[in-house]
């Protein structure tokens, strides 16, 4: 069974830096793309950003430039390195796992999604 | 960028009656590469629905979806009490994007 559990989040004020981790197990995790989507609250979703199985990474237009995410396979882990953060970054963020079995690319949809961390951007 | 509208924007159903959800995109979606999801308060979401109407493993009978292009349905029929929820639509024809939601709620 996929497992994905998130953490990092916290509160952090606007400018600051804030790096989310998300453990995986239950799958071959290198070969398959791993995504972070985030949800403010009371909003709907959005996808922020993906990472193929052999790291080749796409980003948001809101996001580029200022998020990295990244993936270690020998640890079955995903992050998302959050600078310059903003008041308009504050949201629940999701990893979420593409179900694309290729260590090159990725479908784009998500069939599985960790229980989500929550970022505050706030002063 | 692919803007998805879905309507309604919440819907107030009995249990056992049918839903009929509502997902427009803005341009066509490519291959029919749009999914459903559900979510309940305090939960990730769920997906249901990939490729427009292929039900994700384990998801009940009584959810379908049909449609194609810039027009796409998401329908439950025979509602059950767990159904009531928030269903998000989400294109993969490009960069991922997502509907604004329909809150399905009990009358």
């Known amino acids: 069974e996929v497992h994905l559990l998130d953490s990092g989040g916290g509160l952090v004020q606007p400018g600051g830096s804030l790096r989310l981790s998300c453990a995986a197990s239950?799958?071959?995790?290198?070969?398959?793309?791993m995504n972070w989507v985030r949800q403010a609250p009371g909003k709907g979703l959005e996808w922020v950003s993906v990472v193929s199985g052999n790291g080749i990474t796409y980003y948001a237009d809101f996001v580029r430039g200022r998020f990295t995410i990244s993936r270690d396979n020998s640890q079955n882990t995903v992050y998302l390195q959050m600078n310059n953060l903003r008041v308009e970054d504050t949201a629940v963020y999701y990893c979420?796992?593409?179900?694309?079995?290729?260590?090159?690319?990725?479908?784009?949809?998500?069939?599985?999604w960790g229980q989500g961390t929550l970022v505050t951007v706030s002063s | 960028e692919i803007v998805l509208t879905q309507s309604p924007g919440s819907l107030s159903l009995s249990p056992g009656e049918r839903a009929t959800l509502s997902c427009r995109a803005s341009q066509t979606v490519s291959s029919n590469y749009l999914v459903w999801y559900q979510q309940k308060p305090g939960q990730a979401p769920r997906l249901l629905i990939y490729g427009a109407s292929n039900r994700a493993t384990g998801i009940p009978g009584r959810f379908s979806g049909s449609g194609s292009g810039t027009d796409f349905t998401l329908t439950i029929t025979g509602l059950e009490p767990e159904d009531f929820a928030v269903y998000y639509c989400?294109?993969?024809?490009?960069?991922?994007?997502f509907g604004q939601g329909t809150r399905l709620e009990i009358k």
């Open positions: 979420a796992k593409d179900p694309y079995d290729g260590s090159s690319g990725w479908l784009g949809y998500f069939d599985s």
């Open positions: 989400q294109q993969y024809g490009g960069s991922p994007t």
């Open positions: 239950g799958f071959t995790f290198g070969n398959y793309a």
